[in-house]
């Protein structure tokens, strides 16, 4: 038996009767936040060269949180594991036609383009290049998500300055001022950041719009 094999029995057995009373109660509503936690811990892993020991632990906190989602939907007769793995190796996939079919690429940007197309023609819903961006991440990651999406889809992004800081830790001080200056005059860095941001995707919209 593989240990993958392990886990869904492993968690098979917490939530079934005479297993753990806390994870029988649990809801995929209620699980959110431990896996907002552990992305991060993960992230925060990663980005401080944790060794691999730390590294295996936090990416096995973050595979515990798919296992546990898969559980609650496998008790209900929704999906289980198995199918969210198969889905998975479906979409990667089909988003590599130049690695699984016949489609040539000239090297990463290409490769970008292709995913970005194969998206939208799985997802003909969505009508703007920014539509499925999550509304819920922090102000940063929301900023910076809706500039790469608007940057590759060719859309007109405010100008940058002509000036700016030479590398990540000049701009992490440079942020760190700013929400400083901030907190000094008891504004709130992260909702304004949000605000402009909704501001910026509206006039993005504008531009897909008045292009047809």
């Known amino acids: 038996m593989s240990a993958l094999d392990e886990l869904v029995e492993t968690m098979a057995r917490l939530r079934a009767p005479g297993g753990c009373p806390w994870d029988a109660q649990q809801t995929h509503a209620s699980l959110v936040t431990y896996l907002i936690e552990e992305s991060h811990e993960l992230a925060e892993a990663i980005e401080t060269g944790a060794d ?19 559980e609650i939907a496998r ?14 190796v479906e979409k990667l996939r089909s988003r590599h036609p130049h690695v699984f079919g016949d489609v040539a690429v000239s090297g990463a ?45 060719g859309l007109a992004l405010p100008a940058a300055p002509e000036a700016g800081p030479a590398d990540e830790a000049a701009l992490g001080e440079a942020l760190l001022a700013l929400v400083r200056a901030a907190d000094v005059q008891g504004l709130d860095a992260e909702r ?17 719009r008045a292009a047809g």
């Open 52 to 70: 691999d020991a730390h590294l295996v632990e936090e990416l096995g906190d973050v595979l515990l949180q798919v296992a546990f989602h898969a």
């Open 109 to 153: 940007d290409e490769v970008v383009a292709n995913w970005d197309a194969l998206k939208r023609a799985e997802k003909p819903e969505r009508e703007s290049a920014l539509d499925g961006i999550p509304a819920g991440l922090p102000a940063l990651a929301l900023a910076a998500k809706t500039m790469g999406r608007a940057r590759r889809a």
């Open 192 to 208: 304004a950041l949000r605000a402009a941001t909704r501001g910026m995707a509206e006039g993005l919209r504008a531009q897909e």
């Open 75 to 88: 008790a209900e007769g929704r999906f289980d594991l198995e199918e969210v793995a198969a889905r998975l």
